[in-house]
Nanobody, 125 residues
């Protein structure tokens, strides 16, 4: 129900835009977001967007990444600018189908029950 696209390899300072096509129950979730898992590390939340339009970002990507959603609600985007080698990771789109209200959305992977398959982003120096 969540399918990511747009990953790849880019040089330091470059940009990429990830897309996440949502369908079914995932599309109707109050909370959707992007997570990533660097090599050998745990999955971390980097950006979320609730159905009211509020966003939250991890400090490591604030002012460089931007999360948005098309008006129809079935595609979530992550615009990534000024990419750094430490941004190299598998990126996942996720939706929290259990949230009762938009204000309960958090950057915590444990909360999310719908996940995409993940897509590789590699930043070379």
């Amino acid at each position: 129900q969540l399918v990511e696209s747009g990953g790849g390899s880019v040089q330091t300072g470059g940009s990429l835009r990830l897309s996440c096509a949502a369908s079914g129950d995932a599309q109707n979730s109050y909370c959707m977001g992007w997570f990533r898992q660097p090599p050998g590390k745990e999955r971390e939340g980097i950006a979320i967007l609730d159905s009211d339009g509020s966003t939250e970002y991890a400090d490591s990507v604030k002012d460089r990444f931007s999360v948005s959603r098309e008006n129809a609600g079935n595609t979530l985007y992550l615009q990534m600018n000024n990419l750094k080698p430490e941004d190299t990771a598998i990126y996942f789109c996720a939706a929290d189908g259990n949230a009762l209200l938009p204000q309960f959305c958090r950057l915590t992977a444990y909360d999310y029950n719908y996940w995409g398959q993940g897509i590789q982003v590699t930043v070379t120096s």
